[in-house]
């Protein structure tokens, strides 16, 4: 039926780091993890989860230690264990890793227009284009709302890993992507039917 719900999948980004607070950009796994505004930002998030009532069958994340940091938290609050995703990683960032916005447009100030511009292209030394990427998280995603029918779980992950799930839930144009702002400590909602998704929210962030 149209209105069939497969799966229901609350997306939770990450908590705050060094790098995010600079908006300095990272593809690396083990580096940074949460600091303490991080923490404080989970902490809402789990709070958030509990008032709201967001039941939960079972926890995915990221590989990444500031994803996995995240959690832990939101594990010990259901009593659950979490399982690691690996193909939900973050998009490599080539020669901007490491590198804050303002470094980047210093360098070259039509590097954001550029890339995207052109999502299909590898054009600062990617190792995935955006078209790819966005393809690998959709299949991720259709892999575990596969595995998970008539469940309602939750995701840990990458500000970047969840505007390429909205891409893909509503067909949003990939030059778009970006206007989709994802803060740190944030909560977004999908659900998922046979041919088509509903974004419930997007970004929540709970004060």
């Known amino acids: 039926m149209y209105f069939d ?7 939770i ?3 705050a780091t060094i790098y995010s607070d600079e908006f300095r950009f990272s593809d690396a796994e083990h580096y940074p993890p949460l600091n303490e505004a991080g ?5 809402k998030i789990c709070e958030f989860l509990k008032q709201r009532g967001v039941k939960n069958d079972k926890i995915y994340t990221s590989p990444s230690v500031r994803t996995v940091q995240t959690a832990e938290m939101i594990a010990k ?4 264990d979490y399982e690691i995703a690996e193909d939900l990683h ?14 980047i447009e210093a360098k070259n100030p039509t590097a954001f227009k550029d890339a995207f511009a ?22 991720a995603i259709d892999r575990i709302v596969a ?10 992950t990458h500000p970047e890993v969840i505007q390429a799930v909205i891409c893909n839930a509503i067909d949003l144009p990939l030059e778009k992507m970006a206007r989709v702002y994802i803060r740190t400590g944030s909560a977004t909602q999908i ?3 046979d041919d088509w998704a509903s974004l419930k929210y997007s970004g929540y962030v709970p004060v």
Request: hydrophobic residues 30%.
């Open 77 to 80: 609050l259901y009593k659950k």
């Open 191 to 193: 659900s998922y039917y």
């Open 5 to 11: 719900r497969k799966c229901k999948i609350t997306y």
């Open 13 to 15: 980004c990450h908590g």
């Open 39 to 43: 923490y404080e930002e989970v902490e």
């Open 90 to 103: 973050t998009k490599p960032c080539g020669v901007w890793n490491g590198l804050t916005f303002e470094q």
């Open 147 to 156: 595995d998970n029918l008539g469940n309602r779980i939750i995701i840990v």
């Open 118 to 139: 052109n999502p299909d292209k590898k054009l600062f030394g990617e190792k995935e284009s955006t078209l790819e990427f966005v393809a690998r998280v959709g299949n």
